[in-house]
């Protein structure tokens, strides 16, 4: 293994630092706090649990267990098995938020990430798109819908993920590109659609 170079170590903590779970869990309460207040953080900090906690636990459980490799899944046949569960995950929070009458917005974001997850799915049985930037691209554009256009100022952040994802040989070029547009599309459209 060849020794870390500061380019890669700076790759290394972006990929760590912005990966799909944190995005979720800064995003969801930054949502539900600034439309709804303390209930929107507890709203959110609910669907947090099924779109990042839990999911961040059955990819742990799956490392202890040696039928996954590391946390980010690296394996794109081992995804075809991780994203199922994470939409299963996230499909109860969004049952419970329906059936709850959870606020508008949070519900329309949980359902923008389970949106999300059906064309990854897809391209992932061929191809191994790039989920860190189809996360940060979707929400990027879903906190501009709910906020305001300013929100998309931080699309430089999903280049950044995006560049560190292909300098540690994560994904191509075209594989970061290709997960932020389905991110961005399939979210933000869905999130539109749905508030």
Known sequence: ???????????????DGVEPKNVIIAMLPLLGVLRYGWKGLGW??????FAAVVPTLFIQRGIRKGTLEDRHVGHRQRRLVVIPFIMLSVLTS???????????????MVLAMLASLVPILVITVWWK????????????????VALGPWWLLLAPVVALIGWS??????????????????GALTA????????
Do not use: N, Y
């Not at 994802?165 to 389905?182: I, N, Y």
């Open 188 to 195: 933000g459209l869905t999130f539109w659609a749905a508030r």
């Open 94 to 108: 969004l049952a419970v938020m329906l059936w709850l009458d959870a606020p508008a917005d949070l519900t329309a």
């Open 129 to 144: 798109v790039s989920i860190h930037t189809a996360v940060a691209g979707g929400a990027v554009v879903c906190l501009a």
């Open 165 to 182: 994802r292909v300098v540690l040989r994560d994904h191509t070029a075209a594989q970061t590109v290709a997960g932020a547009a389905v």
């Open 44 to 49: 959110a900090a609910f669907a947090a649990l």
């Open 1 to 15: 293994m060849a020794e870390p170079t500061t380019k890669t170590t700076w790759a290394r903590r972006v990929t």
